[in-house]
């Protein structure tokens, strides 16, 4: 870890391995296929390019196994449980994850989140419920948060029926990664603020949001910030055209970047008491580093326990590829950050 990643504009980006080089021409050219002008995908050709996962009741070769549990809303919401078997022990914390995406792609069944949710229940010793929520632009804002909001109403009132490990839902945490970590943030933020009937928790609510991780998570504003200008078009994965395509097809219509959505600001940050700890991972070669660190002072300024983590030769999805030293390095973070925020305390009535 590094403070100010990202802050020497003479970096140029480290030599990948071949293996991700590969992997990161596939996603690009899968993105660029199915990606319109228009703002739309075609979902034909993309689920087709997009290699899926099937869940596994039967345990892997590291003790994972996973179900696909649906929600019970009525547009067929439904997430992916990884969890490990073996004898009962210890109640384990929950970890509601949202997968990246640019809000409009891949899945929970998606391969790499298959993978990198089956790590996760492994390496943090915890349940973890890999979130499908809906996608723009069929589904625009406020859809992705709703769902999210949907998922942990379905948890307080329902549980985890159907795993052999007890889990203990006063260590819950919520975490995801680029959009994910977007919707994570304004999934938690619902949660301890709503007071409307449809939002709030049910009255014999278990859980308790024991923080939210947000790796490299997706914000964004009118503004064109040092870090998106300086490495546009240098760093893989975003671009500044690719992330205009994003915002343009999930906010609400008419919205411009600097919707409360994208743009997280003092002034509509609306942030409860009951807002947990937060995890901000930040990549030294992510574009969108810059919202990320304004992120992260916007919780500080609101008295919100923070801790940011800066990986100085990240990319954007980093986490994917478990042959970059920072992808163990995050996981370990994670677990240390969840293991700190694990206290026992009565769950919210």
């Not at 384990?92 to 929970?108: E, K, M, Q």
């Not at 949660?191 to 964004?220: C, H, K």
């Not at 409360?260 to 940050?269: C, F, G, L």
């Amino acid at each position: 870890m590094a403070a100010g990643a990202g802050q020497d504009a003479a970096r140029a980006p480290p030599a990948l391995p071949w293996t991700v080089r590969i992997q990161l021409f596939g996603l690009m050219a899968t993105v660029g296929a199915t990606t319109r002008r228009d703002g739309t995908v075609n979902r034909f050709v993309f689920n087709l390019l997009d290699r899926r996962a099937r869940a596994r009741a039967r345990p892997d070769g590291s003790g994972v196994r996973s179900a696909d549990v649906g929600v019970g809303a009525p547009h067929g919401l439904w997430a992916r449980l990884f969890s490990p078997s073996g004898a009962a022990g210890a109640p384990l914390p929950v970890l509601v994850y949202f997968h990246g995406g640019a809000f409009a792609l891949l899945s929970a069944a998606s391969a790499p989140y298959d993978a990198m949710c089956r790590r996760f229940c492994r390496e943090l010793g915890a349940v973890v419920v890999s979130v499908n929520y809906r996608l723009a632009p069929e589904h625009r804002c406020p859809a992705a948060y709703d769902d999210g909001v949907d998922v942990l109403r379905y948890l307080a009132s329902t549980g985890l029926p159907g795993i052999d490990v007890p889990v203990d839902f006063s260590r819950c945490f919520l975490a995801g990664d680029s959009a994910g970590g977007n919707i994570a943030h304004h999934v938690a933020r619902r949660w301890t603020a709503s007071t409307t009937s449809s939002e709030s928790p049910p009255p014999s609510n278990p859980i308790r949001l024991a923080g939210i991780i947000l790796v490299q998570p997706y914000f964004g504003g009118e503004e064109r910030t040092d870090a998106e200008l300086r490495l546009d078009g240098k760093a893989p994965v975003v671009t500044m055209r690719g992330s205009d395509w994003a915002w343009r097809g999930f906010l609400p219509e008419g919205a411009d970047r600097n919707h409360s959505a994208a743009h997280v600001t003092d002034e509509n940050a609306g942030l409860a008491d009951g807002f947990p700890p937060a995890m901000v991972v930040i990549g030294g070669l992510d574009p969108l580093q810059d919202w990320q660190r304004r992120y992260a002072d916007v919780l500080r300024r609101k008295g919100k326990a923070v801790r940011v983590v800066e990986y100085p030769e990240a990319i954007h999805t980093f986490f994917f590829f478990p042959v970059l030293p920072d992808s163990g390095r995050l996981v370990t973070e994670m677990k240390a950050f969840m293991d700190e925020n694990s206290a026992s305390e009565p769950a919210a009535a």
